[in-house]
């Protein structure tokens, strides 16, 4: 009879449970010698890490996408302004500052993306667009919601449309996204 105040480990049902293993009923000299013939046993678990990632100098745009405020980047000396994050000047490689950039802007040009990464691959279809502000020279690029992918027009060229942002921050790009603005 097992002794009352044995303790027994606590069993679960992560991993994978085998059934059946085969393993000798004989454990003798020779059985045992057998056993480094024996194929690996291989088990699958699942694993996980935590990975920490620094946005470095492009920090604050994406405090200012928590905070609805899309930020871009000017150079101070020619006033070449980024509608992204971007630390220097690509052509002088002077140090640019924070401007701030307008909640609305025009369509320059989309795409209807039927196909995405593991991300996105449940939203598809869904339309890309490079977005056009008011004194930025460059083009930002985001998403177009409020629109039919299935119904993509060269009408939503040049569409003044506006920002719009996630509740709840996840710091990445894809805080902010785009909608038709109301005429």
């Known amino acids: 009879m097992a002794n009352e105040n ?12 085998l059934f059946n293993v085969p393993f000798p009923k004989k454990l003798d000299a020779q059985t045992l010698a057998f056993l480094k013939q024996m194929s690996p046993i291989i088990v ?3 694993y ?18 928590a905070n609805k405020v899309l930020l871009g980047c000017r150079d101070a000396e020619t006033g070449y302004t ?3 994050p971007r630390g220097h000047d690509m052509v002088t490689g002077a140090e640019t500052e924070w401007v701030r950039l307008p909640d609305e802007g025009h369509i320059h040009a989309f795409t209807v993306c039927h196909f995405g990464s593991e991300t996105f691959l449940p939203q598809c279809p869904f339309v890309l667009i490079l977005v056009e502000f008011e004194g930025a020279n460059t083009l930002f690029l985001s998403r177009l919601m409020g629109v039919d992918p299935n119904q ?8 003044k449309i506006k920002a719009r942002y996630l509740r709840n921050s996840k710091f990445q790009p894809t805080d902010v996204y785009f909608v038709p603005a109301e005429t």
């Open 82 to 84: 980024y509608a992204n």
């Open 152 to 159: 993509a027009s060269l009408d939503w060229i040049g569409m």
């Open 48 to 65: 996980q890490i935590n990975y920490l990632h620094s946005y470095g100098q492009d920090s604050p745009f994406f405090a200012g996408l």
């Open 44 to 46: 699958k678990y699942p």
């Open 6 to 17: 044995e303790t027994k480990v606590e069993e679960t049902l992560e991993g994978t449970t």
